[in-house]
């Protein structure tokens, strides 16, 4: 540290804020040191499986597990009149028990859970089980669902009907602003269902102690939801059960839900007194699936002669699968987050969620922002061509300004999606390549937004902060964090260490993060809804800064400085016009432990009130919001259809981006993702059947498919984000999508609007072009082309 | 998922293999690399109790394609990097090349691609799934579901050495309880089969090696692979190509292809005519068009037939191209 010459307080540039800090735990990853459920083994461990049901719908009459019971190994077996209380995500939806109860709904629903010594002996003992079924009507159609049906899958269903969810909303006057556009487009689009493939397949191990203790390791993003549908369906209290978290590999929303199997191998558990574990095969994963509901969707788009937007019209069709999930969110989301990044004076929405045999669907990456995002950004696109005018002219006119409020009563606090689109816009060479490419090769550009931590939680009640951490110092000076944010390979680890770090003016070496425990850590409620950085970054924040004050204070007394004099930095707390004058940190640390031997601090973070007073007006409301625009070029092979996209411009604002080398790794992971949904991920039913429930026949994008992405971090410090930060986790998904499908319209003069788009569709497709129009062209140039850069901004309404 | 027991026999020699094969007579299959076979056994397609595995016989392992003579136990990796076969038999290395990961490479065998187990999306599943639907000809069952009024597989043939391998005259050897033979590749898939029994292979008998005549003056060839994926993806269709030409005009050509139907083959009938005659773009679309309407893929991998088979005349189209534009 130099003393500052003019003697004035220097500026302390933020050391760990901001750096490219590898994850703190890549090491022990690379190394395949990490320990994942699997990876635990117990004393007198036995193996659990469940019987899955063939069936995709049948009432069951009888379950005989008597000669199963008597196979040598087996422990337990386990049906679902033992456990049959309900239970799900959303309190209000609880349609799920452990195992089948009376019924099953979906091929692959748990119906028996065993315990034994071995997975040979599980499946004898699934020999010897006899299930008898009497099969019902099967629902595989939403668009059947949605009308009058014989049987409900589920009581709960709306009137006469399999729907689990409509929602209508109207803001403004949309027939009005229909009648006066000057001109509007409508587009409608099928989107298949997509999961989240993420590397590690579920997995749970749970041990009942003869104390009466329950605990669950499980590879979950949510330990705090487990924690209560663990109490609420075993009928312990929470204080008796014990969820761990170990390290997971990866979860997109796919071990977000409480799951059966996660109860089922408990029960078996606290059945035997012995250590439980389940691990999934890849087909279970597939069937447990709660991925991206397949959609059908409409979207309207009505402007001004002005080219200001006036009308959005949105309808969507979601096939739910056989249990409500986070159903009811996604249909609010499907239609709420569809203004997005545009201003929006009338808006309508009709919304429906139908239960079907399928396997559920519910929360992946981006939730409920994707497919109807791509709707809209193809539909801007349409109707920039309709006008003449050059697509990202068009965005520009109608984007949302900064701290402004959206028609349905959305608090927009920062937003950098002008940035965002002038920085792909100018870096791509848009101008030069817009419609002027050859044929087979075009551009594209989209725009995203994403809630930064939904402002709701789930559950309202005990009310309690989002995130709370706590921070322990020992006289070792070592920092131990406790927090219950799960770490799924998202970084949040990391970011933990980066906030305390910097705070503190520490190494990160001497930052400890503890597993996440929920008998040390407190609460938080998950990593869903990219709300982890922000809500528990601003947590971690205050309870340093806590620390921090503390640690001050015995500096203080140790140099005889007042407290506003002293600065944190280089593991010491030192005088800030005298930097040499100071104490290190463990100095400090054993000062402020004198006669109490502790030293801890918490701090927390609870969202403000916000949002309307309308029915659903929490759904989508944040914080904040991360926005983003993207450009991306690809090229088409017109004889096979293959599409290649070779590369993608990715405009997004996270705000301050806390650990770039961090945001940069969510930004190529969500294009690899977004891609595959586009390209070649199915979940390919047939009828109830899912005809790929592997990895070979599930289609994810290989490396080799990877476009070049160039990150555009543009975005503006956020007013309430930690260190001015925003989400990064799911948003970067969203713009992907459209701009790759208006590339291929500009490549091609085909709309795709049927996901994904396999070389087969985009064969079909350019023959009935051909067909239809005698030629394969490009479509026309715009007759308005981007004002040169400078002049490009239109003064917002 | 798990693998049943079974019993693993290593033997060191020929003759002690085909003894063994006498003893387990129907209870056992050949294990190479185990690429395909083990994670069928896990699915619960046909096991059986005993495995003889062929790694521990030396000869198997030989390799010199200075001589067109393979070992059945060369693994792909060895065959996609060697120089040699690159420059004698292109269309095998770039076969090789294509095949699944280069960890299955690593593993997987020359003599086990030319084997490998028809796929069919009914057939490639799990028990419980099959169980679910209800089990196919293939396995355990009694019907098929995709063309469920024949008594009949039509699971595809989908490894990507054969076609390449028959486009340059290759043979194998063959050896068994009942001696040893020698036959051309396309024989040891007939056609008229029901499906299930996938090669003209007698019981007990082992694919003891490829052979590969000198390629003449001039020979080229090429194998070109679809698939939805770059890597990973069994093809949906191989095409390979051998091409000689001789002042302009046809000296010789093959054409084969594999991963379309239940048996890869060569489509001599319709390439034979277009020797002696010089290459045009109308030509070679007609012949691509040929090609086209005489092969008949079922709707069983991820692909649509329909597509399958017009790709089938855009891929046999390049690669003739290709081998004439360099010339
Ligand atoms: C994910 C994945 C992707 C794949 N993708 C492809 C692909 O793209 N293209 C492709 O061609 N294949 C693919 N395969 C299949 C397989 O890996 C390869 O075909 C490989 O070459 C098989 O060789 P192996 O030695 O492992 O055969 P094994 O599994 O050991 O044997 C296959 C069959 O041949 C029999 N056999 C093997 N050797 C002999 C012999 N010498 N004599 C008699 N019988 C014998 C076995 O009994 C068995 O029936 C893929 C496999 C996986 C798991
Ligand atoms: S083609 Fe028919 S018999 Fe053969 S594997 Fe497929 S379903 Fe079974």
């Known amino acids: 540290m130099t003393p500052a010459a003019s003697g004035e307080a220097p500026a302390v540039p933020h050391r760990l804020i901001g750096a490219r800090v590898p994850l703190v735990d890549a090491s022990l990853k690379v190394t395949g040191r990490a320990e994942y459920t699997d990876d635990l083994r117990r004393p007198n461990l036995l193996v659990g499986r469940i019987l ?220 035997t007194g012995r250590p439980v574990k389940i691990v999934f095969d890849r087909d279970d994963v597939f069937y447990t699936n709660h991925g991206r509901h397949p959609t059908w969707n409409t979207v309207g788009i009505a402007a001004d002669a002005l080219g200001r937007f006036t009308a959005l019209d949105v309808e969507a069709l979601l096939d739910g699968g056989a249990w409500s999930s986070f159903g009811t969110v996604t249909t609010y989301y499907n239609g709420v987050l569809a203004m997005g990044p545009y201003q929006f004076p009338n808006f309508r929405y009709h919304g429906a969620r139908a239960y079907t045999n399928h396997p559920p669907s519910g929360a992946m990456r981006a939730h409920g922002g994707t497919n109807i995002r791509y709707s809209v950004e193809v539909a801007v696109d349409m109707l920039a061509e309709e006008m003449g005018w050059d697509p990202t002219e068009l965005r520009l006119r109608n984007f949302l300004p900064p701290h402004s409020t959206t028609v349905n009563e959305f608090r927009i606090t920062s937003n950098s999606v002008r940035q965002c689109l002038l920085a792909a816009r100018e870096r791509s060479g848009w101008r030069e390549k817009f419609r002027a490419l050859p044929y087979g090769q075009g551009i594209g550009i989209a725009c995203g937004f994403y809630i930064s931590g939904s402002n709701s939680p789930i559950h309202f009640t005990p009310k309690f902060p989002q995130c709370t951490v706590h921070l322990k110092v020992d006289m070792d000076g070592g920092v131990t964090v406790h927090c219950g944010a799960a770490d799924i390979g998202q970084g949040s680890k990391t970011i933990l260490a980066q906030v305390v770090g910097e705070v503190l003016g520490i190494p990160l070496d001497r930052i400890r993060i503890a597993a996440v425990d929920s008998d040390t850590a407190p609460i938080d409620i998950g990593s869903y809804s990219s709300r982890v950085t922000f809500m528990m970054g601003n947590a971690a924040k205050r309870a340093a800064e806590d620390l921090r004050r503390q640690l001050v204070q015995a500096a203080s007394d140790l140099t005889g400085y007042a407290r506003e004099s002293l600065e944190c930095g280089g593991d010491r707390i030192y005088v800030r016009h005298r930097p040499q004058v100071g104490v290190s940190f463990l100095e400090a640390v054993h000062r402020a432990m004198e006669h109490t031997g502790a030293l801890h601090a918490s701090g927390s973070y609870e969202s403000a009130p916000m949002g309307g007073t309308f029915k659903g007006a929490r759904a989508g409301t944040a914080p904040a919001y991360s926005f983003s625009a993207y450009a991306a070029e690809v090229e088409v092979d017109v004889e096979t259809g293959f599409v290649r996209v070779r590369k993608v411009w990715a405009g997004f604002d996270c705000g301050r981006p806390l650990n770039p080398q961090s945001v940069e790794g969510q930004i190529e992971g969500s294009i690899h993702m977004g891609l595959g949904q586009l390209l070649s991920e199915s979940l390919n039913y047939r009828g109830p059947r899912l005809m790929n429930p592997s990895l070979l026949d599930y289609k994810i994008v290989m490396p080799q498919d990877m476009p070049e992405v160039e990150c555009l971090l543009v975005g503006e410090d956020d007013p309430e984000g930690p260190f001015g930060a925003k989400e990064a986790g799911e948003g970067p998904l969203i713009p992907v999508l459209p701009a790759v499908g208006n590339a291929l319209y500009d490549a091609l003069g085909v709309r795709f609007l049927d996901l994904p788009i396999t070389p087969d569709k985009v064969l079909r497709a350019l023959e009935e072009k051909e067909r239809r129009e005698g030629r394969l062209s490009k479509p026309a140039p715009p007759a308005v082309m981007p004002v040169p850069a400078g002049g490009t901004d239109h003064a917002p309404r | 998922m798990h693998l049943d027991e079974f019993q693993l026999h290593q033997p060191e020699s020929l003759p002690e293999a085909i003894s063994l094969a006498r003893e387990f007579a129907g209870q056992f299959d050949y294990l190479a690399g185990g690429t395909d076979l083990l994670p069928n056994y896990k699915m619960h397609l046909n096991p059986r109790p005993h495995l003889i595995s062929l790694d521990a016989i030396p000869e198997l392992h030989r390799f010199s394609p200075d001589q067109g003579d393979l070992g059945a136990m060369v693994r792909l990796r060895e065959m996609e990097g060697s120089a040699g076969l690159a420059s004698r038999y292109p269309a095998v290395a770039q076969a090789a090349r294509e095949v699944a990961t280069p960890l299955v490479r690593a593993s997987g065998t020359l003599g086990g691609n030319l084997l490998v187990e028809t796929r069919c999306f009914f057939f490639n599943q799990s028990y419980f799934w099959r169980q679910s639907l209800g089990f196919c000809l293939k396995a355990d069952g009694d019907r098929c579901h995709v063309v469920p009024q024949k008594e009949k597989c039509y699971a595809t043939f989908s490894g990507d050495l054969a076609p390449a391998l028959m486009a340059l005259d290759a043979r ?51 194998y070109l692979k679809l698939r939805v994926r770059p890597s990973y993806d069994f093809p949906e269709l191989g095409v390979a190509v051998a091409l000689c030409q001789d002042g302009g005009r046809v000296s010789h050509l093959r054409v084969a292809l594999g991963g379309l139907e239940m048996v890869p083959r060569r489509m001599d009938a319709l390439t034979d005519p277009l020797v002696g005659s010089q290459l045009t773009g109308e030509s070679l679309r007609a012949l691509g068009e040929a090609i086209r309407s005489a092969v008949r893929p079922v709707h069983n991998t991820f692909l649509a037939p329909d597509y399958r088979r017009k790709m089938t005349a855009v891929l046999v189209r390049r690669a003739v191209r290709s081998l004439t534009e360099g010339s």
Not at chain 1, 98 to 122: H, P
Not at chain 1, 206 to 234: F, K
Request: aromatic content about 6%.
């Open chain 1, 52 to 271: 899955k049901s063939v069936h995709p719908h049948a009432r069951i009459r009888k379950i005989d597990v008597t000669e199963a019971r008597k196979v040598p190994g087996v422990a337990a077996v386990l049906t679902g009149d033992r456990y049959p209380r309900t239970f799900g995500v959303l309190p209000m939806t609880h349609d799920e028990t452990a195992l089948a109860v009376d019924r099953v709904r979906y091929i692959g629903e748990g119906v028996v859970a065993v315990a034994a010594v071995d997975e040979e002996t599980c499946e004898r003992a699934f020999a010897r089980i006899r299930v008898e079924y009497e099969p019902l009507p099967v629902y595989d159609d939403p668009k059947v669902s949605r009308n009058p049906v014989a049987v409900k899958i589920h009581e709960r269903a709306l009137r006469d009907t399999n729907l689990q969810k409509e929602v209508f909303q109207h803001f403004g006057d949309l027939p009005g602003a229909w009648r006066a556009a000057a001109h509007s487009v409508r587009v409608s689009a099928r989107y298949a269902g997509v999961t989240h493939a993420f590397t590690e397949p579920h997995a749970v191990l749970a041990e009942y102690s003869p104390d009466g203790r329950l605990t669950v390791w499980s590879a979950t993003q949510v330990p705090h939801y487990l924690h209560r549908a663990l109490s609420e369906v075993l009928d312990l209290p929470m204080h008796r059960i014990r969820v761990i978290k170990p390290e997971v590999g990866g979860g997109f929303g796919g071990k977000s839900d409480p799951f059966p199997h996660e109860i089922a191998c408990a029960a078996l558990a606290m059945e």
């Open chain 2, 172 to 222: 194998v050897r063959l050896m068994g309880p009942e001696g040893t033979r020698e036959i051309p590749l396309t024989d040891l898939y007939p056609r008229d089969g029901d499906g299930i029994r996938r090669t003209s292979l007698r019981a007990g008998e082992v694919l003891e090696g490829v052979t590969l005549p000198p390629p003449v003056q001039g020979l080229r060839s090429i």
